[in-house]
Structure formats: structure tokens, C-alpha cells
């Protein structure tokens, strides 16, 4: 089925689930009229998109802030002795939503979320206790300048380290966001399952997740892609040190450039200075090239691009795991 998509049918398919998923009672015949596809026609591609691991899921995205809870990205050595272990650990973890072997002596990265009560790099440390000898980089946001949704590759979950946006939510709000936190089935109807679940009316559901988008609580609702899936071969972090002066200059060139989908300013330390951070995807094999030429550009004489070897977890970030 996927034949009968000319480029610009696919092209608008990918916008339509990832950034203007309709809240209606049937939204694949929605997107199907839109695409020039029948509704089970777009059911059927969906389902095998998620059976070949193309399509991860179609959930709501949902701010930890806004609900008590803090995020950030931790970097640890381990020695290649206790890596199965770290990683088994690590990835055991339900507030774990993201975890990567990299080509450093950082070799592992990851992403953890803590609801309200728990101290964020506590639960870091405990959590690493049994294969941290060599120290563990604590590396919250403190700017971001780029967050792409392009074929969702993006840093799900993490939030300014400065942002303190809590609102009073319920137990009924809890409930909402545990359900549509999951999967939506790719039924017909897949929010009647949700309400059928919820006890309640489609209609709340959807008055519900507008509420929380106009508060600021739901970043989105929509589709999540494997990017490697979709061609994007290479997953690389490059990181860079950017003296004070010059990090809102740098980051607004970078942020620029097609490949990189994500740029962020973090905390450095001594022992790792760098401060900028870019998320980049490539599906040319030329990538060191093309990031050797933006430090060029940019007269960035320090700089280190940490290749991803394997991505050891990637799931949509879960709230009120506890």
C-alpha cells in the first residue's frame, strides 16, 4: 500500500501523524482522506510500519515539569567488566525513557525522569552505585535553541533545568495521562478503547488533552518514528565548547543546519567543558566531514562527535511510573 504515496502524499502523511494528529472519533479516516488513502488502507500500513519497527507508537507527549516531575541526560564510564550490568540496571529502570553506548570513555548516556519527591540526581547516583567508579556527568538543560520534531528523533522528555512549571493537578488528570501516555490502537476507533479504559465520554477526552495543550502540559499528540527506520543511518551527539560570549551566536548557526534537529545548552564541568550540545542525524556516510566543516565555519576549535554504537532503549517517556 505504501506504493500508492507519491513523495509529497508520504511527506504529508509523516506531518499529519507527528505534528496535526486529528482528535476525532475515527482520526485515521481522517488523515486517510487527506492522503488519498482508504481508512483500513492507512490502518493496515500503520500496522505493518509498527510490526517492522518503523512506527514506535501514536501517544500523547505530555511536559514532566508540568506534573512534579524533573528530567535531565547523565553520562557514565563503565568498565567493559560491569557494562552488561550497568545496562541491565539502567535500562530496568521505569523513569529510564532513553539509554545509548557511545564512542567515548563516557560510554553510556541516558535519560531519567524522577516525579515530584525524589532528588533527580540521588536517584542518578543510586541507581549507578554498583558500576560508578570513574564519576557520573549530572547534564540538565539550562537553554535550549532547537527542539525538531522531524521523524521524531528528538530528546523525549528532558526540560529546562530552571523551569519550575507545576499546575494543581488531579487524580483525574493522573489517570488521563497514564492512559494516553500509551500506545492509541490502531483501531477504527481508538479513542472509544481509551474512554472504554477511562470510563468516560471521547468527548472528555478530548476536551482534556486541549485543556492540558493550552496550559502548557501536552507538548503533542502524535506518532513517534524509529529514525533509523526512515533512512537516517546515523545518530550522532556533537558536543562543543563555546566560550560564554560567543554560545547564543554559535547555537543560532547550528541550530540552522538540516541535520542537526536539536541544540541545547548544558552544565560542563573541568573534566568534560564541553557546554553546547547538537543532536544529529545523518544518512550520508560523509557525517564526520560535514561536522569537521561546521567547526571550520564556525572557528570552533574544540569539539567532540560522540557516535551512537547502539541504542540500548528508547521508549516514550512515562509519568507517574510509581
Known sequence: MEHKLNPEAKRLLFRLLQKEFPLTKRPFLAIAKKVGLKEVELISLLRDWEREGRLRQISAIFSPEYFGHRSSLFALKVCEEKLSLAIDRINSHPGVSHNYLRNHEYNLWFTLVVPEG????????????????????????????????????EQEGEEDFHSRRTFNFTEDDVRMVKALQEPLPLVKEPFLVKAEELNCKIEDIFVWLKKMKRVGALRRFGALFKHERLGFKHNVMVVWQIEEKRVDEVAKSLSKIPEITHCYLRKSYPEFPYNLYTMCHFKEENFQEKIKAWAHTLGIKNYLPLETLKELKKVRLKLFYE
Open 118 to 153: 525524589k532528588d533527580l540526581l540521588e536517584e542518578a547516583k543510586a541507581l549507578c552505585q554498583e558500576f560508578n567508579e570513574n564519576g557520573l556527568l549530572f547534564l540538565p538543560i539550562l537553554k535550549k535553541y532547537k527542539i525538531s520534531v522531524v521523524f521524531e528523533v
